[in-house]
């Protein structure tokens, strides 16, 4: 977990308004990106946004909002700056040199990008070797082509955002040495993938629902209550980042429930490709739970994003039900906005997994296609005795 004893570091954020992402979209980023921010007790103090009909190539923003953006981390002496876009390693180092100049190393304002604090809330989450593994692959696949300037950053900090992992190694720590770490780190992960590999296939008689969803829709606290598991739940982004596996047995129909990491806009593809293992389960599942935030004003982009990332891993075609959690938060407001979407998806559910609303529905809705997999697999099982978990 993140050390909250230190001081908490403070941020600006910055994003474009551009010709393929309107106002309000920007808006819904940067509040995620806020989000994101806060889950490392990270202190946003202001946002900046510019209209650009793309990205400036040298420096993200234009002159005129850097001079601004300058003016105000120098004023307020601002810890870092975080933009919601990746940045390329030439913005990087512009965007230093006119942050820091000839500052000290220790006392330069960090530059963070979308993805390297996505990567960092992933290296603060991950408890597993596997986990572990993977998001280190993906620090150092990311540091890699920013290696010239980034990298003697990143080595001359003592800790904090952005640094934890590979940002701690030795200035002297060269190209070379980081590709060959990247070979070993893929080899170790290969290993680790093949026990997957074994443990999956004992399971392959064994009917597997996966729970899926954005991040911080309650999938783990749903988890929880369909296992009767002590499974970690936070309202923080990424709470989950190890996938779970629980045995449980629906009227005698025993099947493996996993939940896995949520998904998230612009999740670095680097991720995507680390945690290729991790998703693997939910590429052999036979049935998702795709868990949605019926709260959320956002809701049904979510559920696209989702849905998108699922066809990215192979996992687009599954039988799914779509789970609207938190039904308890909702306005009169999204309230209007479901009876216009609703009926736009089929197998659908709206419970709330905290106020335990509709739990026993979801368990038929469960059960009833669990079942159907299961007696197709065991057509024999209803003359054998079963003894229920």
């Not at 202001?46 to 400036?56: A, D, E, G, S, V």
């Not at 960090?110 to 290296?123: E, G, N, V």
């Not at 736009?344 to 529905?361: F, G, M, P, V, W």
């Given at each position: 977990?993140?050390?909250?004893?230190?001081?908490?570091?403070?941020?600006?954020?910055v994003a474009l308004i551009t010709d393929a992402?309107?106002?309000?979209?920007?808006?819904?980023?940067?509040?995620?990106?806020?989000?994101?921010?806060?889950?490392?007790?990270?202190?946003?103090?202001?946002?900046?946004?510019?209209?650009?009909?793309?990205?400036?190539?040298?420096?993200?923003?234009?002159?005129?909002?850097?001079?601004?953006?300058?003016?105000?981390?120098?004023?307020?002496?601002?810890?870092?700056?975080?933009?919601?876009?990746?940045?390329?390693?030439?913005?990087?180092?512009?965007?230093?040199?006119?942050?820091?100049?000839?500052?000290?190393?220790?006392?330069?304002?960090?530059?963070l990008d979308r993805s390297l604090l996505i990567?960092?809330?992933?290296?603060?989450?991950?408890?597993?070797?596997?986990?572990?593994?993977?998001?280190?692959?993906?620090?150092?696949?990311?540091?890699?082509?920013?290696?010239?300037?980034?990298?003697?950053?990143?080595?001359?900090?003592?800790?904090?955002?952005?640094?934890?992992?590979?940002?701690?190694?030795?200035?002297?720590?060269?190209?070379?040495?980081?590709?060959?770490?990247?070979?070993?780190?893929?080899?170790?992960?290969?290993?680790?993938?093949?026990?997957?590999?074994?443990?999956?296939?004992?399971?392959?008689?064994?009917?597997?629902?996966?729970?899926?969803?954005?991040?911080?829709?309650?999938?783990?606290?749903?988890?929880?209550?369909?296992?009767?598991?002590?499974?970690?739940?936070?309202?923080?982004?990424?709470?989950?980042?190890?996938?779970?596996?629980?045995?449980?047995?629906?009227?005698?129909?025993?099947?493996?429930?996993?939940?896995?990491?949520?998904?998230?806009?612009?999740?670095?593809?680097?991720?995507?490709?680390?945690?290729?293992?991790?998703?693997?389960?939910?590429?052999?599942?036979?049935?998702?739970?795709?868990?949605?935030?019926?709260?959320?004003p956002h809701c049904y982009e979510q559920i696209?994003?989702?849905?998108?990332?699922?066809?990215?891993?192979?996992?687009?075609?599954?039988?799914?039900?779509?789970?609207?959690?938190?039904?308890?938060?909702?306005?009169?407001?999204?309230?209007?906005?479901?009876?216009?979407?609703?009926?736009?998806?089929?197998?659908?559910?709206?419970?709330?997994?905290?106020?335990?609303?509709?739990?026993?529905?979801?368990?038929?809705?469960?059960?009833?296609?669990?079942?159907?997999?299961?007696?197709?697999?065991?057509?024999?099982?209803?003359?054998?005795?079963?003894?229920?978990?």
């Amino acid at each position: 977990m993140h050390n909250t004893s230190a001081k908490a570091e403070t941020a600006v954020l910055v994003a474009l308004i551009t010709d393929a992402q309107d106002e309000p979209t920007t808006q819904v980023y940067l509040d995620e990106l806020a989000f994101l921010a806060s889950t490392l007790d990270i202190k946003v103090l202001k946002t900046f946004t510019q209209r650009l009909p793309r990205p400036h190539g040298s420096t993200f923003v234009g002159k005129g909002k850097l001079e601004e953006i300058v003016a105000y981390v120098r004023t307020h002496e601002v810890d870092m700056l975080i933009f919601d876009d990746d940045l390329q390693p030439s913005q990087v180092r512009n965007l230093e040199k006119e942050l820091n100049g000839e500052k000290e190393e220790n006392a330069k304002v960090k530059i963070l990008d979308r993805s390297l604090l996505i990567l960092d809330i992933f290296a603060h989450r991950a408890q597993t070797t596997q986990a572990r593994t993977q998001v280190e692959l993906a620090q150092y696949q990311y540091l890699l082509p920013r290696l010239t300037r980034m990298w003697s950053h990143l080595s001359k900090q003592k800790g904090g955002i952005g640094m934890r992992g590979p940002g701690e190694k030795e200035l002297e720590t060269d190209r070379r040495i980081i590709k060959d770490k990247i070979n070993i780190l893929r080899d170790k992960l290969e290993k680790i993938d093949q026990q997957g590999v074994t443990r999956r296939k004992a399971r392959e008689r064994m009917v597997r629902v996966a729970l899926v969803g954005y991040t911080n829709v309650g999938k783990s606290t749903l988890m929880r209550l369909l296992s009767k598991a002590d499974v970690f739940a936070e309202n923080k982004l990424f709470a989950t980042v190890d996938s779970t596996v629980r045995k449980v047995v629906l009227n005698q129909v025993p099947f493996l429930l996993t939940d896995t990491v949520g998904f998230i806009r612009k999740l670095p593809t680097l991720l995507i490709e680390s945690f290729k293992s991790t998703l693997a389960e939910i590429v052999e599942a036979d049935i998702l739970l795709h868990v949605a935030d019926l709260s959320s004003p956002h809701c049904y982009e979510q559920i696209d994003v989702v849905n998108e990332t699922l066809q990215e891993i192979g996992a687009g075609d599954k039988t799914t039900i779509i789970v609207f959690n938190k039904a308890d938060l909702i306005t009169s407001e999204l309230e209007e906005t479901w009876q216009t979407k609703a009926y736009n998806y089929q197998d659908t559910i709206r419970i709330s997994a905290l106020q335990k609303q509709n739990i026993d529905q979801l368990r038929q809705m469960i059960y009833s296609l669990a079942s159907e997999k299961f007696y197709a697999i065991f057509p024999n099982f209803l003359a054998q005795p079963i003894v229920e978990e």
